[in-house]
């Protein structure tokens, strides 16, 4: 099987732009996590979709949304962009919403 | 809050030696206990897990080892190889949360 693919895998953007990154799950898994990684606060939850319905949300500002479409798919989304949101963003999908996988991520650099 | 901590946040052993790594969690409800390995420039990738039903796990050179009364877990890895060097990372869920608590890492370095 083919494993969790993110895109794009490295992104740069200005302070006040919006990004939007994509995660495309292990085939027949329905549950997809976002986690932010960073020297300083190390692996955080962003939020958890299962079925196109967000269950469960980091403590993260408003700015950070996400979506999961039918295929399982999910996108997320940074608005406003600041310095602070530079990161490694890491999709992971799981069959049985615990045993997680992780994708290679998407480095993003906020300028 | 919910709290994963890790220790050491470095370690250095011989080739052929065994590490070990060591987390404690808060949350009593705690029952599905993974570890990941990330390499540089890759995601995590799952090496072990254990569930609070059971108290160790044995893969090969790996084996993880659970202790619900003091919500200590911990990593062995035996007999350790240069592949083995890169950073180590122990997480905790809850029932019903979707999601994990992570310890903030362990970079291991296998010295050939």
């Known amino acids: 099987k083919a494993g969790v693919t993110q895109t794009p895998r490295y992104l740069i953007k200005t302070r006040g732009q919006q990004v939007t990154l994509s995660c495309s799950p292990i085939?027949?898994?329905?549950?997809v996590s976002w986690y932010q990684q960073t020297p300083g606060q190390g692996l955080q939850f962003l939020f958890e979709?299962?079925?196109?319905?967000?269950?469960n949300k980091g403590n993260f500002p408003g700015r950070f949304s996400g979506r999961q479409f039918s295929n399982s798919r999910s996108e997320m989304n940074v608005s406003t962009l600041e310095l602070g949101d530079s990161a490694l963003y890491l999709c992971?999908?799981?069959?049985?919403?615990?045993?997680?996988?992780f994708g290679p991520g998407t480095r993003l650099t906020v300028t | 809050g919910e709290n994963v901590e890790q220790h050491p946040s470095t370690l250095s052993v011989q080739e052929g030696d065994s590490a070990v790594i060591k987390c404690t969690y808060s949350?009593?409800?705690?029952?599905?206990f993974p570890w990941y390995k990330q390499e540089l420039g890759k995601g995590p990738q799952l090496i072990i897990d254990?569930?609070?039903?059971?108290g160790e796990k044995k893969d090969q050179r790996i084996a993880v080892t659970l202790n619900k009364t003091a919500k200590h877990f911990s990593l062995h890895i035996t007999e350790t190889q240069p592949e083995d060097s890169a950073v180590y990372f122990c997480?905790?869920?809850?029932?019903?949360?979707?999601?994990?608590?992570f310890g903030t890492g362990t970079r291991l370095k296998v010295l050939a």
């Open positions: 992971a999908s799981s069959f049985d919403s615990q045993k997680q996988y």
């Open positions: 085939s027949g898994h329905r549950s």
């Open positions: 979709y299962f079925s196109e319905t967000q269950r």
């Open positions: 254990i569930r609070s039903n059971v």
């Open positions: 997480a905790a869920s809850s029932p019903g949360t979707y999601k994990y608590i």
């Open positions: 949350d009593s409800a705690s029952n599905y």
